[in-house]
Structures are given as structure tokens and as C-alpha cells.
């Protein structure tokens, strides 16, 4: 391997190293609530305000972390997030309350926020276009798997050790993060200085904010509708405001002419709608088999741990496959293969043999994971280096709605399944049937939008043409 791709794999490496702990520490947090606010003398609701808090400091700082970055330099704003995210997952594993817990999950959230725009822009600047589909592959997975390992890791660690370890076990790794920062990465910054766009963090801050807190309350049964609807239409209107500033701003926060490019613009688009649906399978997997199989919840941990493997699995390939038959091919058909996987878990019941089971999870990760893969990659495939910042920030803002959005999606499709079975209290198996058949058709819809792909789209990272002229 020449010089400059193993340095460029070390430097996809080390921010997949930080993705995992962020990642991690996002979903990690569910199982060990309940003796979280046992130890601060809380109910485990009141508590769940340390998740929301965590949640809405990504949505108001991700849109800064480009121009921070191209102001300062990205090791610095990289390395500066890891040291963040550390001290803060110290303190939570310290604090002896709620406020404390909450106060130092905002420190966590901000320190994700710029973590995660500035560690793919990080990876983008040093890889060659060549090389992009490697790099993004390594820095894909942490989303993935973490998510799906998380509540079992989180349950592990409570159960057998103490929950503080959750967060004082971030600390070891975020050490090593920086010092390896600080070696391999190189501070790029901009020449010249963009003015801060205050009107445009203002807006975007409290339009992110609405909509990320509405899209929580839809998933909560019991959260009042008509406030509920008003954050997000409140959301939604301030979201146009800042639209408009930012078409018109001399100098926007973010800068929406990325749209123009036809390869962004889709995987922006349809891939937003491919997230939202596969973000449903980490929540309502445990659901499905915890109350639709009456398995404990280390059984179901178990059967989704499977999801994860497929998740694993597909890295290896996903290189020859896109080289072999290109981008527009393979998101197409890999998406029929997800809308498949997911409504055949619609036929799947307690008497189904596991093996069965087994085999359906592992091929839905596989999917999942060719199609992040592809998707993160052909968004940045087009995207000139001198836009590369505010792409990043426009790409990290919109997965994380869309993310959101697909935790609030799934609890809605199973209010819905449950509505048309006359059973809103409790449950049962046919809801969870429904739900999948839902998610699976908006699959399908995000399918349709890569119809409008061209056939060679993102060949010079792929390396498609190559492959179909020798």
C-alpha cells in the first residue's frame, strides 16, 4: 500500500474510532436508565432527559462545525471535540444527580456535534477520489453497529459492573484519540475568513431544535398531540426562515448550492428516506421479539446482534461490488433486497425456526450496510474540495434529523398498526407485522429516487468505467 493511502486509512481509522465512541455513547445510555435514577433517587422518565439534551446540543451545533472548522483548522476542531466528548463522558460518569448528568450531556452533545462533520471533512481532504470508497466504508460502520450493540453493551456493563463505566470508559480511548490526532492529522483550514452567519445559527439552531424535540414527542404514546404539533409546525416555519436567509445571506452558515449537484442532491433526498426507514430496526427489533416472542430482552439482544454481523459482514465486498456494477445499479436493486428483508420480518412469528430468523436479520444488515456505504460516499463523490466544509456540515445535519425521524417513525407505525387492530393500549405480534410492511414500502419510495441517477454517477470514485472498458 503507497504512503499516502495508508496514511489516509490510519486517519479514516482513528475518526471510525471516534464515530464508535459517540455513536456508542448515544444509544448506550437506553438500558441503563432505569439505575441511573435509581443511584440520583429520579424516576427513569425524568431522567430521559439526559438523552433529549444530549440530542438537541447536536442539532443547534452541527451547523457551525464547518466554518469552526475552516476558521480554525480541522485537527484543531477535531481534536478539540475529542477532548470535549472526554471530559464530558467524565463527568457524567461522575455526576451524583440529574442536573449535573444533564449539564454534562449537553458538553457531550456539543463535542459530537463538531466530531462528526469535521471528522468525515477530516477524511475527505486526505483521501484521493480513488481511495473515498475505503475510507467512507470505515467511517460508515460506528453509525451501523453502534445502535444495534449498544443496548446489550449498555445492559452488560449495569448488570455485571456499574453504570458510571459507561462514560469513564470513553476516557482511555479519548486520550489515545487525541495523541493520534495530533500526530497523523493535518490542521487544512480556509485562506480566507468567512464572516460567522449569526442570523443563520439563530435560525437553523431553534428550526433543528423544534424538530428534533417534535419528532421525539411523536414517538412518546402518552405526549400531547396539539403541543406536539405545534413545536413542529413552529419548527417548520422557522426552518423556511432560515432557508430563505441562507438562498440569500452573502456568506451562509451553510451553503445550500450543493443542491445544484445532481449526485448530492439524490443521495440528500432519497437517501434521507432510506435512513429514516432502516433507522427503525435498532428500536423495533428488541420490541418485536420481546413482546411479539415473549423472549427476555438478552435473547432478543442476541437475535439482533445478528443485524450487527450482516452490518460487519458486507465491508469487505462492498469495494468489488460497486466497482463491478456502479452505484446507480447497486442502489436500486440493494434497496428492493432492504424493502425485502424488511417485510419477510412481517411473516416471521415465534414458530418460525431460528435459523430462519437468523438468516433474514443477517441479510438485512448486509443491505443496510452496502446502502450507507453507497450513500455516504456518492454524496461527496461530485462535490468540489473549496465546498467539501459545508457540505459536510449540510450532510451531518440532515442524517441526524433523518436518524431522529426514523426512531419517531417506527413508534408511529406501531401506533398505527395497533389503531387499525382497535388495541391502543397493548401490543401484539400482527401490530409489529404492519409496522414492517409500512417501513418497508418507504424503502421502496427512496428506491424510486435513485431511478434518476445516471448510470456512470460517482464512476470516478466507484472506478465503474474502468472496470467496464478492460
Known amino acids: 500500500m503507497p504512503e499516502q493511502n495508508r496514511h489516509a486509512t490510519i486517519i479514516a481509522l482513528i475518526v471510525a474510532s471516534a464515530f464508535f465512541m459517540e455513536n456508542l455513547d448515544a444509544t448506550v445510555i437506553a438500558t441503563a436508565l432505569p439505575h441511573m435514577a435509581q443511584s440520583f433517587g429520579v424516576t427513569a422518565v425524568s431522567l430521559s432527559i ?79 477520489k480513488r481511495n473515498l470508497m475505503r475510507s467512507i466504508a470505515y467511517i460508515t460502520w460506528p453509525g451501523l453497529a453502534a445502535p444495534v450493540i449498544g443496548p446489550a453493551v449498555g445492559g452488560f456493563i449495569t448488570t455485571y459492573f456499574n453504570w458510571r463505566w459507561i462514560f469513564l470508559l470513553n476516557v482511555p480511548i479519548g486520550i489515545v484519540g487525541i ?51 405545534a413545536i413542529l409546525l413552529g419548527g417548520a416555519v422557522v426552518g423556511a426562515a432560515a432557508v430563505i436567509h441562507l438562498l440569500r445571506a452573502p456568506h451562509p452558515l451553510i451553503n445550500l448550492s450543493s443542491l445544484r ?26 420490541l418485536f421479539f420481546q413482546i411479539g416472542f415473549g423472549l427476555d ?122 389503531w387499525l387492530h382497535g388495541n391502543s393500549r397493548q401490543l401484539e405480534l400482527a401490530d409489529f407485522h404492519i409496522a414492517f410492511l409500512v417501513v418497508a414500502s418507504l424503502v421502496l419510495l427512496a428506491v424510486v429516487s435513485f431511478l434518476g441517477l445516471g448510470r456512470d454517477a460517482g464512476a470516478e470514485v466507484s472506478g465503474h468505467r474502468q472496470a467496464r472498458a478492460q
Open 179 to 229: 495523541a493520534l490526532t495530533a500526530i497523523f492529522i493535518g490542521n487544512h483550514r480556509e485562506p480566507g475568513r468567512r464572516p460567522f452567519d449569526s442570523i443563520g445559527f439563530v435560525l437553523s439552531g431553534i428550526a433543528l431544535t423544534c424538530l428534533m424535540y417534535g419528532m421525539e414527542l411523536l414517538g412518546q404514546r402518552d405526549a400531547d398531540g396539539r403541543i406536539t404539533a
Open 297 to 418: 430482552a438478552f435473547a432478543a439482544g442476541l437475535l439482533v446482534l445478528t443485524y450487527a454481523a450482516g452490518n460487519l459482514g458486507m465491508k469487505t465486498v462492498t469495494t468489488p461490488i460497486l466497482r463491478n456494477f456502479g452505484f446507480r445499479n447497486v442502489m436500486i436493486f440493494n434497496g428492493l433486497l432492504t424493502a425485502g428483508a424488511i417485510a419477510a420480518c412481517a411473516w416471521l412469528g415465534p414458530q418460525t425456526p431460528r435459523a430462519l430468523i437468523v438468516l433474514v436479520l443477517f441479510i438485512g444488515g448486509l443491505c443496510r450496510s452496502m446502502q450507507f456505504t453507497s450513500i455516504n460516499t456518492l454524496a461527496f463523490a461530485d462535490v468540489p474540495t473549496p465546498m467539501m466544509s459545508s457540505a459536510s456540515t449540510f450532510f451531518s445535519m440532515v442524517q441526524q434529523m433523518t436518524i431522529g425521524l426514523g426512531i419517531a417513525f417506527g413508534a408511529i407505525a406501531l401506533h398505527f398498526a395497533a
Open 50 to 128: 439526559g438523552m433529549t439534551a444530549y440530542l438537541l446540543a447536536l442539532a443547534v451545533f452541527i451547523p457551525i462545525s464547518g466554518w469552526v472548522a475552516d476558521r480554525f483548522g480541522s485537527r484543531t476542531v477535531f481534536g478539540a471535540a475529542i477532548v470535549v466528548f472526554t471530559l464530558a463522558s467524565m463527568l457524567c460518569g461522575l455526576s451524583n444527580g440529574s442536573w449535573e448528568f444533564t449539564i454534562a450531556r449537553v458538553l457531550q452533545g456539543m463535542g459530537g456535534a463538531m466530531m462528526v462533520p469535521v471528522g468525515r471533512l477530516v477524511v475527505l481532504r486526505s483521501t484521493e
Open 261 to 286: 449537484i445532481p449526485t448530492f442532491r439524490t443521495t440528500l433526498g432519497g437517501g434521507s428516506l432510506y435512513v429514516v426507514s432502516v433507522s427503525v430496526s435498532p428500536f423495533i427489533l428488541p
